[in-house]
């Protein structure tokens, strides 16, 4: 079985990779290029995943050294945000390829396997440890400081039994609650509007100084990990929730001993964000989604418009396309925030000479946040072929398609 080290001064994000490689690797972890180092002295490792941004021994200079010493071992780089002139540099040292984090647990196995040259189908699977049932006596009090309620829903959709959780809107309902009761663990979103987060922070601290208060981060804010240890948090956690993640968050604060959740649950829930109508395109003074256009209900039904076909050379006016792009973004965002399990863009009153841009803004905006995201057009012959076999699950016809995509295979 190869083996993998993993250098990175971020505990959760170390813990996060492991659980994501340990069933098909060998996987041992260093906090920071020295222990790194010191690891490689007394045994080999078939592959190194190295943090860039770390305290001490940066990840450029532990490459440098690496090398120096005549270790030749292969690098990946992780890094929190794509940054061209280091990663150029680093190429001179020999590095593989580089990560951007955070990755799907998939993504990473099969990038990991593709530098090693390995099949994962062939590869030797560890035996996964017997799963212990948490019961209800057990249960763990969790409250979601949070904007977005559906972030509490999906925490306890996810951890099922495992959790009571308990969600507050704003800081004084939080404060409210840490007054009256005890928690385990307090997720807080660093992103609650009007306040001061530092100071919320010490508030439900001096109220419950047993509780864990981690920050909660969109999957697009780079180095959570430095503002969480400035906000003196306990760890940090990303939007949308995902269950290799949540599995280490509830190893690390919750329950001490070896014990797995069972009770994880498909993804049932999703949003619908409608991108303005043909009439506003034409007059190309559209203004962007409001938040209220982004949010949806569990259950509901979700009518299916017939717009109007656009003429087929109608050009945007930029006025027009800047909004867009906004509103786009913006919805993607906020669906994101509120831990939906996919998003939905309707686009069918775009015309058609500009579907292929936004759409390619939708979908990369989505992975770039970690959600799931559906994009529907009145027809998928305007786009290339390549777009089609690179999104095979990202765009499609109809809404009612795109909601149930997947639901076969989770059958």
Do not use: W
Not at 8 to 24: Q, T, W, Y
Not at 238 to 255: G, N, Q, T
């Amino acid at each position: 079985m190869k083996k993998v080290l993993i250098c990175d001064d971020s505990p959760v994000d170390r813990k996060v990779i492991a659980k994501s490689l340990e069933k098909f690797f060998e996987v041992v972890q260093a906090d920071g290029g020295d222990a790194a180092l010191e690891v490689l002295k007394s045994s080999a490792v078939d592959l190194i995943l190295l943090d860039i941004n770390m305290p001490g021994k940066d990840g450029p200079e532990t490459l440098r050294e690496l090398r120096n010493l005549g270790f030749q071992t292969p690098v990946v780089l992780l890094t929190a945000e794509v940054r061209t002139s280091v990663i150029k540099a680093m190429m001179v040292d020999g590095i593989k390829s580089y990560i951007v984090k955070p990755v799907s647990p998939d993504d990473l196995r099969k990038r990991v396997a593709g530098v090693l040259g390995v099949s994962l189908d062939g590869a030797e699977e560890k035996e996964e440890p017997q799963a212990v049932e948490v019961s209800k006596q057990t249960a763990f009090s969790v409250l979601v400081v949070d904007q977005f309620e559906m972030a509490g829903t999906r925490l306890k959709e996810l951890l099922g039994d495992s959790v009571k959780v308990t969600y507050a809107k704003t800081s004084m309902v939080a404060k409210q609650y840490v007054n009256e009761r005890r928690f385990d663990l307090i997720l807080v979103d660093t992103e609650l509007p009007n306040i001061d987060l530092a100071a919320l922070v010490e508030a439900l601290r001096k109220l419950n100084d047993d509780a864990a208060i981690v920050g909660v981060y969109m999957r697009d804010v780079p180095n959570a990990y430095s503002d969480a240890m400035r906000l003196q948090l306990a760890g940090h956690i990303y939007k949308p929730f995902i269950k290799a993640e949540l599995e280490v968050l509830y190893d690390e604060f919750l329950f001490s001993r070896d014990v797995k959740v069972t009770t994880l649950k498909a993804p049932t829930l999703t949003a619908l964000a409608p991108i303005m109508s043909t009439t506003e395109a034409e007059e190309t003074t559209a203004e962007a989604p409001t938040e209220e256009s982004t949010d949806s209900t569990e259950g509901a039904e979700t009518p299916e418009p017939a717009p109007e076909e656009a003429p087929e050379e109608v050009a945007l006016g930029e006025t027009y396309c800047v909004r867009l792009r906004a509103g786009i973004s913006a919805g993607i965002r906020q669906i994101a925030s509120a831990s939906h399990s996919f998003g939905i863009i309707d686009l069918r009153a775009i015309p058609n000479p500009n579907i292929e841009e936004f759409t390619l803004l939708a979908l990369s905006h989505g992975a770039r946040l970690g959600l799931d995201t559906r994009v529907v057009l009145t027809s998928l012959e305007p786009l290339s072929a390549e777009i089609k076999e690179k999104h095979p699950g990202g765009v499609f016809a109809s809404v009612d398609d795109a909601i149930t995509y997947g639901e076969e295979e989770d059958g």
